[in-house]
């Protein structure tokens, strides 16, 4: 089952984050934002475990915006765990990141992201990236249904 109005944001940069929130604030999309600042923290959060042990599991977000280079579990392992496991398999996954390298992009898609979008690092250009991304994702696109395990 998926929680239409909740967003994983899984970002370690404060900065970018803050951004990230405000461009949705700014646009018409009212979701809540999860923000995990890991990739421990999001894998935690997805699968009802550690400090979110709490969580319903058979609630997913309807978005999950990765950023790749995160401490202790990087993006794309964090992308190779939610493919692996039928319960997060078909969320969708925007790559939301600062890297322009191309190996990135094609590990990224290779292990079964929906989207990948380089941050842009012009503040108006990054705005309208997030808040068109939001509208894609959240308001137009029709994601499949949800596996409960």
Not at 118 to 138: C, E, H, N, S
């Amino acid at each position: 089952m998926t929680q239409k109005n909740v967003l994983l944001l899984v970002e370690d940069n404060p900065d970018d984050e803050e951004l990230t929130l405000l461009a949705f604030e700014q646009s018409a999309i009212a979701n809540e934002v999860v923000v995990a600042h890991d990739g421990v923290e999001a894998l935690d959060y997805l699968f009802s475990t550690g400090m979110y042990a709490d969580r319903n599991p058979s609630l997913m977000p309807a978005l999950i915006l990765l950023d790749l280079q995160l401490p202790r579990i990087n993006g794309l392992e964090v992308l190779q765990r939610l493919r692996a496991d039928p319960r997060t398999k078909l969320v969708p996954v925007v790559i939301l990141t600062t890297s322009n390298e191309q190996q990135d992009l094609i590990n990224s898609y290779s292990l079964g992201c929906n989207s990948y979008i380089r941050k842009p690092v012009d503040y108006d250009q990054f705005i309208t990236a997030v808040q068109q991304l939001g509208m894609y994702w959240l308001l137009i696109n029709e994601p499949p249904p949800v596996p409960v395990n």
